[in-house]
């Protein structure tokens, strides 16, 4: 077989691969809240946020990065540090 058929085939094979993706997680006094999570699940782990701008609460866990979390319809939909740019492709905190 010759190298080019070979990387073709290796090419293929991968392009069928499934993309795995983990859900974020916050850590609060040991309990743990991950992305699909209730409110009320994280209010229980992590108490009242340190800032709220509206489906963004923002978490200032000690010794670590600020964290933004946002809320959808009740639930935990993203888990992000304070810097990094939601799925939308906005900033954190520029929601309404």
Request: aromatic share 6%; hydrophobic share 35%.
């Amino acid at each position: 077989m010759n190298l080019r058929y070979g990387l073709f085939l290796v090419g293929i094979t991968l392009s069928g691969a499934p993309m795995v993706t983990h859900a974020r997680t916050l850590e609060c006094q040991g309990t743990i809240v991950s992305e699909g999570d209730t409110e009320q699940q994280l209010l229980d782990a992590c108490g009242e946020p340190t800032s709220r701008q509206g489906a963004n609460w923002q978490y200032d866990i000690p010794g670590s990065l600020p964290v933004v979390v946002t809320l959808g319809e009740g639930l935990i939909m993203f888990i992000r540090d304070a810097g990094e740019v939601d799925p939308s492709g906005s900033p954190l905190g520029d929601h309404p």
